[in-house]
């Protein structure tokens, strides 16, 4: 288990530095919008606070899937659990999601799919690999005979 939790830890910190650069981006793009016009000495320090903090969870998170004796489903509920729960309190407190009901339930809904279009994109890519070396070890196989 000690294993799996500096796994985690190793991850998140590769990847906690992400967080203030999308923070960056996002706060340009809201900019550029005319969305944002001037932000507070604490929304940035919220928002780059809140962002390490996800990036953190979201990078070490993915060490769920290295837990050999966890089966792939309960893996994914996991990791896509935690990560809802990250990024909903992170629109929260940043105050980029209104408090509701409706709100909330629009942000789950986009959540899920986005979430569903990676996994089906990591479905393939990962189904296209494996029929491709299938198909190698095959032939290879067929050459022995």
């Known amino acids: 288990m000690n294993r799996h939790i500096w796994d985690f830890v190793r991850r998140g910190c590769a990847a906690c530095g992400f967080g203030p650069l999308v923070l960056a981006v996002l706060y340009l793009v809201l900019q550029q919008q005319g969305t944002l016009e001037f932000l ?24 769920i899937y290295q837990i050999e004796q966890l089966p792939l489903m309960a893996a994914i509920s996991i990791h896509g659990s935690v990560l809802y729960i990250s ?50 070890l095959k032939q290879k196989q067929h050459d022995l005979s």
Not at 40 to 62: E, K, P, R, W, Y
Not at 93 to 112: A, D, K, S
């Open 40 to 63: 507070t000495v604490d929304q940035v320090c919220h928002g780059i606070f809140s962002l390490s903090a996800l990036a953190f969870i979201a990078g070490g998170m993915n060490f």
């Open 87 to 136: 990024y909903l309190a992170t629109y929260l407190i940043n105050g980029w999601l209104e408090w509701g009901i409706v709100p909330t339930l629009v942000f789950t809904g986009i959540f899920l799919i986005v979430y569903l279009v990676i996994w089906v994109i990591i479905y393939s890519v990962i189904k296209k690999n494996t029929d491709r070396i299938n198909e190698i």
